[in-house]
């Protein structure tokens, strides 16, 4: 049976007493860690040893970095080519580490890579160093004196900036974006127990949860294929059929789009569906994981069945300030439903239109609700 690997990260010499002691806890769960200090971490002869460390991301299930004193050592050029920063733009809201830090330690790297294959991190950042990051974010746009201040913290005064803007970027990601402060090893095995336990019982829910619903969805595709099929026969006329049959196919599309649209059937014109969706006013698409979601909306404000939250997969923002949750994923949103569209494109103008007419309500659905819904 394979073990759950944790890939560590963090510089060395300044982190060796925590490291070592952090190694223990990890391996006291089962699990494998995965730390250069302990020869886990395989150098092929023919690399630099960074892109050994960079190609060996891949390998673990999640990754912990700890962020302290140190920089540490700039990746080689060959290190960061493995990364594809362009990716990793759109993954925070701050991408100034990326765009404007000249250097990239080999610590940050292994945590950017991790980023870009979507493994999940556990960051920490040492509590003196998140005091001076808060003083560095209050004076960061005073050009004349942000240069010249001194953080305690940070042991070369060169770095500050590619210390903390490389917080700022992780605090901003669109998800798996929290940082926990720590003062000693405990507050890290503290915070890991509690979000393990909490990931493994999730997932038993979900499985459960899973079932549930596969035997519910079971029963009512059934039901409504014998009804279907009932009242396909029943029609003689052709062009009737035709319609009834387009009704089946588009209704869960064009319901979702009239509740975007606010129910302005007007706006489903002749449009590419990007078109329609930038018509209909929508802001932005975001896949979440349910852990997530208290970085994008307040819960406590949510009128909501827990499993319906417990199942949500992407948001969508929209410009007049709705938001909705969806237990579909953004890739079926702009994929899938993309091809409907395209399908329904096809059909006769005053097809179309009946369709369009007669399209029904979304709002007894149970793959979207609103978060939000703007007062009238």
Known sequence: MANLKVFVSSTCYDLNIIRSQLREFILSYGFEPIMSDYSDIPYDPRNHTHESCINEVIHGDMLIVIIGSRFGGSAIPKAREIVNFDS?????????????????????LEVLRAMELGIPIFPFIQDDVKHDHNLYEKNKDNAEIIDQIYFPSIQKK??????????????????N???????KLEDINTH??????????RLLSEQKLKKVEEVRFESITSQLEDLKTAFMTSIESPELKVVAQAAVKYRRLLAFLLLLANDNKDLLLEMTFLELVEKIGVEEMIPVNYSDLDSIVDLQNIDAPKHLIRRTRSIIKMKNGNIFALTVSKEFLLEDM????????????????????AAPDFSDQRWIWYFKKVED
Do not use: H
């Open 88 to 108: 990793l733009n759109m993954l925070s809201k701050k991408p100034k580490f990326l765009e404007e830090c000249k250097e990239v330690s080999i610590t940050q």
């Open 158 to 175: 060169g770095t500050a900036k590619y210390i903390f803007e490389f917080i700022n970027f992780i605090r901003s990601r669109t998800n």
């Open 177 to 183: 974006n929290a940082i926990e402060g720590f003062s």
């Open 192 to 201: 890991l127990r509690k979000q393990w336990s909490g990931l493994f019982q």
């Open 338 to 357: 993309e091809t409907y569209w395209n399908e329904f494109l096809k059909e006769t103008g005053p097809t179309k239109q009946a369709l369009i007419d």
